[in-house]
């Protein structure tokens, strides 16, 4: 008797074992669930990272067009009338100095320019007596300008 219980606890430890060593691993179904999590919360991350840089590149734009407003103003005190465009201000005066850098005239998007309206139509509503500088969103939405509220949706 002592041989059988003896050779019965044999397969039962070996069984056991064979369990053990089974638990260990990841079936396929846990490691699936597992990618599709990694895939879900990559895909959070990839849409939250696109928000941040159009935030980015509103704030660009936004600095920009004060940045230009700001030269066209300093312009037009020195030589009594405005620039006849924008890449005037980049060119050096009779003293050598520029009222603006060209890197200012860079777009955060890509075909997107600054633009310069002499008339001033939104700013002459406001009572304010100086152009338009703005630029659009490639979109088409949104445009952004030296007038007091900045931000306009399109068709306002």
């Not at 939250?48 to 066209?72: C, H, L, P, W, Y």
């Not at 037009?76 to 924008?86: G, R």
């Not at 050096?92 to 310069?116: H, N, R, S």
Request: proline share 4%; glycine share 6%; aromatic share 10%.
């Amino acid at each position: 008797m002592d041989k059988k219980c003896f050779e019965r606890d044999l397969v039962m430890l070996v069984r056991n074992q064979n369990r053990r060593i089974a638990r260990n691993a990841f079936t396929l179904m846990e490691m699936m669930v597992v990618v599709a999590i990694i895939v879900v919360l990559g895909g959070i991350a990839v849409v939250a990272m696109q928000t941040f840089s159009d935030r980015g590149n509103e704030a660009k734009a936004a600095a920009a067009v004060k940045q230009i407003d700001e030269a066209v103003f300093y312009y037009q005190l020195e030589h009594k009338t405005y620039p006849p465009s924008l890449e005037a201000l980049t060119q050096p005066d009779i003293f050598g100095k520029t009222y603006l850098k060209m890197e200012a005239l860079v777009a955060p998007w890509a075909g997107a320019q600054y633009q310069v309206d002499a008339n001033g139509p939104r700013n002459h509503a406001l009572n304010q007596e100086k152009p338009d500088i703005f630029i659009v969103h490639p979109s088409g939405k949104y445009m952004w300008g030296n007038w007091a509220t900045g931000k306009l949706a399109m068709g306002s």
